[in-house]
């Protein structure tokens, strides 16, 4: 399978917990995002890389939250002490963009994290 | 005022009919505007790419876009059942560094 993939699928702990998260874009993407969705809500942007460089990072993210993507290949984000409202799927998404207007982001299945 | 904003729906037309989705955005440099459809319990999928005023089709998806107005659009002709699912509405935003997606409109289309 040449998609995007995430790992673990599902994730369940307990408040205070430290989570992490794995995703494996497609290989030759440069581009990789990690969103956050709720139920009734659209995924919200929370970090993206530009290879290794992490150019981005959402003002709604607290200090928790960490991301990194060494070499520019999979990406792993990190959520220290966790609380119940962290509870979410977590979706990385890939893209090629060689400039222009055009970025089509190919979307992993997603890690759902629920916090006891 | 939210960045991308989608009426919530749900969205109800009977098969063979069209659907019409619409979609506001705040950020008045944006330039790209993207609808992805998400099927319930799956993962979003890219379906229409605009960024020039005025219609683009592809298929029995037609996508509008009206940058004076801050609008765009997407219509499905021939609607189906299995199109059925969610649209998420996206716009890269100034810079093109990040793409914002609105909350998506649940279409149901009955058979």
């Known amino acids: 399978d040449t998609g995007v993939s995430q790992d673990p699928r599902h994730k369940i702990t307990k408040r205070g917990q430290n989570v992490t998260f794995r995703c494996d874009p497609i290989?030759?993407?440069?581009?990789l995002y990690w969103y956050r969705q709720t139920l009734g809500q659209g995924p919200e942007f929370l970090t993206y890389?530009?290879?290794?460089?992490?150019?981005?990072k959402s003002r709604l993210l607290s200090d928790r939250f960490s991301a990194e993507r060494p070499k520019g290949s999979f990406s792993t984000l990190e959520i220290q002490r966790t609380e119940q409202g962290d509870s979410a799927m977590y979706l990385c998404?890939?893209?090629?963009?060689?400039?222009?207007?055009?970025?089509?982001?190919?979307f992993g299945p997603g890690t759902r994290l629920t916090v006891l | 005022q939210k960045e991308v904003e989608q009426n919530s729906g749900p969205l109800s037309v009977p098969e063979g009919a069209i659907a019409s989705l619409n979609c506001t955005y705040s950020d008045r440099g944006s330039q790209s505007f993207f609808w992805y459809r998400q099927y319930s319990g799956k993962s979003p999928e890219l379906i229409m790419f605009?960024?020039?005023?005025g219609d683009k089709e592809d298929g029995r998806f037609t996508a509008q876009l009206n940058k004076a107005s801050q609008y765009v659009s997407l219509l499905i002709r021939d609607s189906q059942p299995s199109d059925s699912a969610t649209y998420l509405c996206?716009?890269?935003?100034?810079?093109?560094?990040?793409?914002?997606f609105g909350a998506g409109t649940r279409l149901f289309v009955k058979a």
């Open positions: 605009i960024y020039s005023n």
């Open positions: 998404a890939s893209s090629l963009v060689a400039g222009g207007l055009f970025d089509e982001q190919f």
């Open positions: 996206a716009v890269l935003n100034t810079g093109g560094f990040k793409t914002i």
């Open positions: 290989s030759e993407h440069n581009r």
């Open positions: 890389f530009q290879n290794e460089a992490q150019l981005e």
